[in-house]
């Protein structure tokens, strides 16, 4: 799976936008754009994930640039809920081998969202 | 509702004891998945499993053990040759072809006294 580079940390203002940059330059043509988060001591949470489009759900919005070397992940209006780390993989999808594939997190992005 | 369900959520052991933590599923899930977090760190893959009665290791395998006997369940086994066992374990599945993402659990976390 291709590797990403993500900020160590971001700070955010309550009701703003977040935007969480993600870098993955060596992508394959069938690997997919994952988001999770992790609240403090919790489990990881799925966010959104695309392929080349950009990509919206009630959580977020994920925007992949046209030659998918890089994307961004954005909170519309940001809470002090959404306080976590926010990690980028990359994944090759499981109909492309037929079984279920990896997940491989790197350390991700501490989003502090602020009063 | 279905989910996964990881058990303890704290667990304390003696060093040099084996330790088995619960990974029980009810979402149909064909996959699943063990990782350790360590503080401050991101989530490595200890074991993996596509089906039943099949699993494969991960970047951390030595000193763990794992059993696939029925799809709902997946137990991990921390055994004395596991050097450093106190950390975040953490349960996940997913269907086996597709695109969806990972379902994970709450998380057990392991500290040997």
């Known amino acids: 799976d291709a590797k990403t580079t993500q900020p160590p940390s971001m700070d955010c203002a309550e009701g703003r936008a977040a935007n969480l940059p993600c870098n993955h330059s060596t992508i394959s043509g069938n690997e997919y754009v994952y988001w999770y988060r992790q609240i403090h001591s919790q489990g990881p949470q799925y966010i959104i994930h695309g392929l080349k489009n950009n990509e919206t759900n009630e959580m977020a919005s994920l925007i992949i640039t046209e030659d998918r070397k890089s994307s961004t992940l954005i909170l519309p209006h940001a809470t002090l809920r959404d306080t976590a780390v926010y990690y980028c993989?990359?994944?090759?999808?499981?109909?492309?081998?037929?079984?279920?594939?990896?997940?491989?997190f790197g350390t991700g992005t501490r989003l502090q969202v602020t009063l | 509702d279905g989910g996964i369900t990881q058990s303890p959520k704290y667990l304390f052991r003696k060093e040099g004891q084996n330790v088995t933590l619960s990974c029980e599923q009810n979402?149909?899930?064909?996959?699943m998945y063990w990782y350790r977090q360590d503080p401050g760190q991101g989530l490595r893959l200890i074991y993996y499993s596509q089906i039943v009665n099949d699993f494969q290791k991960g970047d951390i395998a030595e000193g763990y053990s794992v059993s696939r006997e029925k799809k709902e369940s997946f137990p991990l086994t921390v055994t004395s040759a596991q050097k450093n066992p106190t950390a975040f374990y953490l349960c996940a599945s997913s269907i086996s072809q597709g695109t969806s993402g990972y379902t994970f659990g709450s998380g057990t976390r392991l500290t040997v006294v």
């Open positions: 993989i990359v994944r090759v999808a499981g109909w492309y081998t037929g079984t279920a594939s990896k997940l491989t």
């Open positions: 979402l149909n899930h064909d996959a």
